[in-house]
């Protein structure tokens, strides 16, 4: 069985986690995991150009490289609404609590009538709902503040080389 070491915290704390192969469990995030493939690829003696990050960041950035500056401008706008935008997710998270206070006396003689327990039900999945939600909005943020960052270093990079261009 494999042992995947877990740290986490300021203190460092290691957790041996029984995993399988190829499987990494970390509570610092996506970035840490990637380095942490980084890591055991570099080790194994493989090509980082293997690395299914790696195939999917060139992939996203060979597409972008092959528009003109004035589209991917325009596309670098539309990301910035996504990452700006407070979106529906977080609207629907605030707004639930709110309906079900207007309907609180109701709700409650629903779910608590005759010792049930459809109030455990009830709340467990509007839990799951309210943290999957949250989940999924972070990451689409995160992917959009990705494009962008990709976008921007290649327009970045043309405005370096027209201005290079103008001035030899």
């Known amino acids: 069985m494999d042992m995947t070491i877990l740290s986490y915290g300021r203190m460092n704390n290691i957790i041996p986690i029984p995993m399988g192969e190829n499987k990494m469990f970390s509570l610092r995030g996506d970035a840490h995991k990637v380095f942490l493939r980084l890591k055991k690829t570099i080790d194994e003696g493989r090509s980082i ?15 972008y490289q092959s528009l003109d500056s004035n589209t991917l401008q ?12 407070t979106g529906m997710i977080p609207i629907l ?8 206070l207007l309907f609180s006396k109701q709700l409650s003689q629903f779910l608590f009538h005759d010792g049930s327990l459809l109030w455990a039900v009830f709340s467990i999945v509007y839990l799951a709902v309210v943290f999957i939600s949250i989940i999924i909005h972070f990451r689409e943020k995160a992917w959009a503040a990705f494009h962008m960052e990709i976008i921007q270093t290649i327009l970045t990079e043309r405005k370096r080389e027209t201005t290079s261009d103008s001035t030899v």
Do not use: T
Not at 74 to 80: A, E, G, K, S, V
Not at 93 to 100: F, G, N
């Open 49 to 63: 150009h293997q690395m299914q990050e790696y195939i999917e960041i060139e992939a996203i950035q060979n597409l």
């Open 74 to 85: 325009l596309i670098y706008f539309r990301m910035i609404k996504e990452n700006k935008g």
């Open 93 to 100: 998270v605030s707004s639930a609590p709110w309906l079900l």
